[in-house]
């Protein structure tokens, strides 16, 4: 079976940091686009970051970019969403997704408190 689980989410600070998981399993995902989205209650889920094969290309939302930072390990199958400087807007439900595949993770939740 082909599935996605995400970690890593937690409570956290403003300006603080997580970083979060994201493990494939049933399928050699070294091939494929690996992306983040976030969803807030109510809305839509709304794209976070990219990251292509085979090299890497990456993309970020405006609303991170500088702040969060996503990388992959082919040999873990895995996907990660470094989170700095967060913001209480950063607030969320994070998934991962393999878009061609059209699979998404459970999500994990990001919430931000003082």
């Known amino acids: 079976q082909v599935q996605l689980v995400e970690s890593g989410g937690a409570l956290v600070q403003p300006g603080g940091s997580l970083r979060l998981s994201c493990v494939a399993s049933?399928?050699?995902?070294?091939?494929?686009?690996r992306e983040w989205y976030r969803q807030f209650p109510g809305k839509e889920r709304e794209f976070v970051a990219r990251i292509a094969p085979p090299y890497g290309t990456i993309r970020y939302a405006d609303a991170v970019a500088g702040r969060f930072w996503i990388s992959r390990d082919n040999d873990k199958n895995t996907a990660y969403l470094q989170m700095n400087k967060i913001k209480s807007e950063d607030a969320a439900v994070y998934y991962c997704t393999v878009p061609s595949l059209e699979i998404w993770g459970q999500g994990t939740p990001v919430t931000v408190s003082a």
């Open positions: 049933g399928l050699r995902f070294g091939t494929y686009n």
